[in-house]
Nanobody, 122 residues
């Protein structure tokens, strides 16, 4: 079974830092896209940062210069380093990936993690 497992959420004061991790497991042939989205109550889920084809990255304007996405391809893991956190960064953060998989399901598969809560508050 292919799944994404997130970790690293928590509570921090404004100006603080957190690092999120997301590990993909299962019969993965390749990772085509992998990154982070976030959602607050009453709002649509929005892109935060993502690796796209060719290893390029895409960031939301609101996090540019503060958040950095990185990866460890040997572990099928992506990280989100979040610095200079603001109260408006409070949200549930979801890992998302488009994978090429094999086994019981073969082909392209989009997977979401269970979400991890980030709270920025004084």
């Amino acid at each position: 079974q292919v799944q994404l497992v997130e970790s690293g959420g928590g509570s921090v004061q404004p100006g603080g830092s957190l690092r999120l991790s997301c590990a993909a497991s299962g019969r993965i042939v390749s990772i085509n896209r992998m990154g982070w989205y976030r959602q607050t109550p009453g709002k649509q889920r929005e892109l935060v940062a993502v690796f796209i084809s060719g290893g390029r990255t895409n960031y939301a304007d609101s996090v540019k210069g503060r958040f950095t996405i990185s990866s460890d391809n040997t572990k099928n893991t992506v990280y989100l380093q979040m610095n200079s956190l603001k109260t408006e960064d409070t949200a549930v953060y979801y890992c998302n990936a488009e994978l090429t998989v094999t086994g019981a399901t073969t082909g392209l598969l989009e997977v979401w993690g269970q979400g991890t809560l980030v709270t920025v508050s004084s």
